[in-house]
C-alpha cells in the first residue's frame, strides 16, 4: 500500500512534465518556430540542475515501483480495467527507458539540441517513420489512459458509467492528441526539413 502511495507521489511529478512537454508538442501545431519559442522557455525551468534530478529520480523510480507492480499482480490480475491499466503502465515502462536513454544520447553523446527536429528526424528516415509513428503515438495515448484507469480505482463510490467516462474521456482525448502531435512531426501540417545531422543519428553516422 504503501509502494503504491509513493508510485502515485512520484507520478504526480512525471505527470507534471508530461503536461508542460505535450503541451510543447501541441503548442508545435502551429509551427517549428512556435515549438523551439515554448521549448526554450519550459527549458529554463526543467533543465535547473534540481528540477532535472528530482524529474529523473521520479522517473526511475516510476519505473521500478511499476515493474514491481506487473511482476506481483501478474496471476490475480483480473478484468479489463486492470489489464488496461497494466499494458499502459508496462508500455510507459518500455518507452520511458528508451525516450530518457536516446534523448540523453543525444545530447551528451552524440552531441545535438534534443530540439523539434530531433523528435521529427526518425520520420524522414525511411523505414524508421514505421517504429517512431506508434511508438510516439502509444506513448502519449498511454499516458493519458494510465492516468484515466487509477482516477477508476479513486472513483469506488461513485455510480459504473461516471468511473467508465473517468477512463474514456482521458481515452480519447489522448487519442486525439496523440494523432495531431504524430501528424504535425510527419509534416502533414507544414513542411518539415530536417537537418541532415539529426538524420544522420538514424544512419549510424555520427561519430
Ligand atoms: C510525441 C511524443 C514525444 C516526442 C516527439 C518527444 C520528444 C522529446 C524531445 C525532443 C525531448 C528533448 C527535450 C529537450 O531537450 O528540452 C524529450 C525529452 C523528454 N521526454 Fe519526450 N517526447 C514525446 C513524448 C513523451 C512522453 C509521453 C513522455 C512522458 C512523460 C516524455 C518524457 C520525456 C522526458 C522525461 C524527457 C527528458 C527531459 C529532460 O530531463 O531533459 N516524452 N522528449
Known amino acids: 500500500m504503501r509502494l503504491r502511495h509513493l508510485h502515485g507521489l512520484s507520478a504526480l511529478i512525471v505527470a507534471s512534465y508530461a503536461c508542460v512537454h505535450i503541451a510543447n508538442h501541441l503548442v508545435g501545431l502551429a509551427g517549428i518556430e512556435a515549438h523551439m519559442a515554448f521549448m526554450s522557455a519550459a527549458r529554463s525551468v526543467y533543465r535547473l540542475p534540481a528540477v532535472e534530478a528530482l524529474l529523473l529520480s521520479a522517473i526511475a523510480f516510476q519505473i521500478c515501483s511499476g515493474l514491481a507492480f506487473v511482476i506481483r499482480g501478474w496471476k490475480q490480475r483480473e478484468g479489463f480495467i486492470q489489464w488496461l491499466q497494466a499494458g499502459s503502465g508496462a508500455y510507459l515502462l518500455f518507452f520511458f527507458l528508451n525516450h530518457v536513454r536516446e534523448i540523453f544520447l543525444a545530447r ?13 528526424s526518425g520520420f524522414y528516415v525511411p523505414p524508421f517513420q514505421f517504429f517512431v509513428a506508434p511508438y510516439y ?29 473517468a477512463i474514456a474521456l482521458p481515452a480519447v482525448v489522448g487519442f486525439v492528441i496523440s494523432l495531431l502531435i504524430v501528424l ?19 544512419n549510424g553516422q555520427t561519430s
Do not use: M
Open 108 to 120: 551528451f553523446v552524440v552531441p545535438v539540441d534534443t530540439n523539434f527536429y530531433f523528435g521529427a
Open 137 to 165: 503515438f502509444l506513448a502519449v495515448l498511454a499516458v493519458f489512459t494510465h492516468l484515466g484507469c487509477a482516477l477508476y480505482w479513486q472513483l469506488q463510490t461513485r455510480s459504473r458509467p461516471a468511473r467508465i467516462l
Open 184 to 202: 504535425s512531426l510527419a509534416g502533414v501540417f507544414y513542411p518539415v526539413e530536417v537537418p541532415s545531422g539529426y538524420k544522420a543519428i538514424y
